[in-house]
């Protein structure tokens, strides 16, 4: 690839997360998932990946963590969360072949689009010729996004097809109790089985709580205890 830097320009507030890396994401069942990520971000490995999930197992953050795997190798890599830039024009696809890593999520939103099945079947086509990196992320299977362009849906088969692992809830309940240490505080058990038990249990729901949580704590300061988590959450 060119050592310069491609000419791709993203709408403002179109970032990765700093904290979604691969470091941060608790596997589970997901670990040859991760290591077949981390050999595509490095330019190894299958050219094609095709990641699938309900809301919140993960997806977003495994892409995001493979742009900054393939940013940490000095390789460029583009982050394209379609849910952000359905209403912006195709058009932004254009020079996406001059990278090294390019990840399409939230591909479910361009089902029933002719315009964006179409311009993401020809981005498809380029990147395969230019022997660039694809990883694609969706909510259902390729088959199950009922696409309207027959032959997209025969492209993105042609590279392996994961579906991402839901986490136990004990894993769920350790990502918890990471993310809070990390943040210099810890939480009790009886915290964390109310949370549990009152929260919607999808693992973004429940760190968007503690988010919750940690700011109304350092706002207000006080602990997190669970009469507190009443409060703040109206359970």
């Not at 359905?86 to 939230?106: H, P, T, W």
């Not at 089902?111 to 230019?130: D, I, S, T």
Request: proline share 4%; aromatic share 6%; charged share 20%.
């Amino acid at each position: 690839m060119s050592n310069l830097t491609p000419p791709v320009q993203l709408p403002l507030g179109i970032s990765l997360r700093e904290e979604a890396r691969f470091e941060n994401f608790i596997i589970g069942d997901n670990g040859l998932l991760c290591e077949t990520l981390k050999a595509s971000a490095s330019g190894q490995g299958e050219q094609v990946l095709y990641l699938w999930g309900s809301p919140g197992q993960g997806c977003s953050h495994l892409l995001q963590s493979s742009c900054h795997h393939a940013d940490a190798l000095g390789r460029h890599a583009a982050y394209l969360p379609l849910s952000e830039l359905i209403d912006y024009d195709a058009s932004l696809f254009e020079g996406l072949e001059q990278m090294d890593l390019v990840c399409l999520d939230d591909l479910q939103e361009i089902a029933g689009k002719p315009v964006w099945e179409e311009a993401v079947f020809h981005l498809f086509n380029r990147l395969r010729a230019a022997n660039v990196s694809l990883v694609t992320a969706a909510t259902q299977s390729p088959s199950g996004l009922r696409l309207q362009l027959p032959d997209l849906t025969s492209r993105l088969h042609w590279g392996l097809v994961f579906q991402v692992q839901p986490l136990h809830e004990e894993a769920k309940i350790e990502t918890l109790k990471a993310r809070a240490s990390s943040r210099g505080f810890e939480l009790s058990d009886d915290v964390l089985r109310y949370i549990m038990h009152h929260g919607k249990r999808d693992l973004t729901e429940l760190l968007n709580v503690l988010d919750q949580l940690d700011h109304a704590s350092l706002s207000a300061h006080r602990r997190i205890t669970v009469p507190f988590v009443k409060q703040v959450m109206g359970w």
